[in-house]
């Protein structure tokens, strides 16, 4: 079973700024962020409220 692909079957929406995320087909992590910048920002705005990331 390949797990990749069921979870990029799913939409995945950039948490930082509400955008939907492409995902790339095959194999590779699943993308959770826009791009590498707003997940950049979107941890460290996280680690500023006290969620350790
Ligand atoms: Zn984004």
Not at 21 to 46: E, F, M, N, S
Request: net charge positive; with cysteine; proline share 13%.
């Amino acid at each position: 079973m390949d797990y990749t692909v069921g979870a990029k079957a799913l939409p995945v929406v950039c948490p930082h700024c509400d955008c939907p995320v492409p995902q790339k087909p095959g194999q590779g992590r699943v993308r959770l962020y826009c791009t590498p910048d707003a997940g950049k920002q979107y941890r460290r705005r996280l680690r500023a409220l006290g969620i350790p990331l």
